[in-house]
Nanobody, 124 residues
């Protein structure tokens, strides 16, 4: 059974930082793109960041560019999201996603494995 398990979410003050981790089990994702999406209450799930299979190509939503950094450790089958200068509007459930192939995508359809999500709450 393939599982993606996120961790590292929590409550943080505006301007603070958090690092999310997503560890996969059941198969290796070293040949697949990985991504982070988020969903705020009452809103649709939206793209946050993606990284290609080798980790040398990334893409970010405009809303997080310059503040968030996605990275991966294929030896650990883990992808990370370093979040800095957090804002209240970053409050959401953050989901890790495993890609259908090695190429990064900002579309939900580019991913066929999903984690259960981890809550990030940014207070004023």
């Amino acid at each position: 059974q393939v599982r993606l398990v996120e961790s590292g979410g929590g409550l943080v003050q505006a301007g603070g930082s958090l690092r999310l981790s997503c560890t996969a089990s059941g198969r290796t994702f070293s040949s697949n793109a990985m991504a982070w999406f988020r969903q705020a209450p009452g809103k649709e799930r939206e793209f946050v960041a993606t990284i290609n299979w080798s980790g040398d190509s990334t893409n970010y939503a405009d809303s997080v560019k310059g503040r968030f950094t996605i990275s991966r450790d294929n030896a650990k089958n883990t992808v990370y999201l370093q979040m800095s200068s957090l804002k209240q509007e970053d409050t959401a459930v953050y989901y890790c996603a495993g890609g259908r192939n090695g190429y990064r995508s900002s579309s939900l359809n580019g991913y066929n494995y999903w984690g259960q999500g981890t809550q990030v709450t940014v207070s004023s």
